[in-house]
């Protein structure tokens, strides 16, 4: 998360960074030339304020994320690499409190035989996701731990190098950065 928060905002978090310590920096001027101005006061502490709070965002994002993320059950993956798209699967397996429970209160014989149907569970249908690397806004980049594949700048999918041998990993980094246009370093 740290790798995609550095690269896609950064640009902006710079830019904001910059912005509020110029205006803030005007402020402090301005209320050394006029001490007696209150507003300037005002503007400073605003300023100091979005400062701290920006620069404390990405930390508190990361924090929502991973709590959210913590609550949800853990899912399969399944991908396909193709010489023209990337497929991903993703099995979706009901938490355990969504699990209904058998009861085994066998006072009444019809009412058994109607809990045990209800208990049937039905079998995760995988989701697809189909990337097309000509058509689709398509990003790839690594770090020591895993290989990311980034759509469109919001979705990110995560190939833990743990998972994959070194021959694998080589064959997926080697048609990834060919087919998303990145160079091969």
């Given at each position: ?11 902006r978090g710079i830019l904001f960074t910059i912005a ?153 980094r080697s048609h990834l950065k060919k087919m998303t ?5």
């Open positions: 998360m740290k790798m995609f928060q550095k690269e896609y905002s950064s640009k509020y310590a110029l205006i803030m920096a005007a402020g402090i001027v301005l209320i050394v030339l006029n001490p007696t101005n209150v507003v300037l006061y005002i503007a400073v502490a605003l300023c100091l304020f979005g400062l701290i709070f920006h620069l404390t965002a990405k930390k508190r994002v990361r924090k929502s994320i991973i709590k959210t993320l913590s609550k949800m059950n853990p899912e399969d993956y399944c991908c396909t690499i193709y010489k023209n798209r990337i497929e991903i699967e993703t099995i979706i397996k009901p938490k355990e409190e969504e699990i209904p429970e058998k009861n085994d209160n066998n006072d009444n014989k019809e009412n058994s035989d109607i809990q045990e149907d209800e208990v049937e569970l039905k079998e995760p249908t995988p989701i697809k996701s189909v990337f097309k690397f000509k058509d689709d806004p398509l990003d790839f980049s690594e770090d020591k731990i895993s290989l990311y594949l980034v759509y469109n700048r919001q979705q990110i999918y995560c190939f833990p190098k743990r998972c994959l041998s070194e021959e694998v990993q080589e064959k997926v246009g990145e160079e091969l370093v």
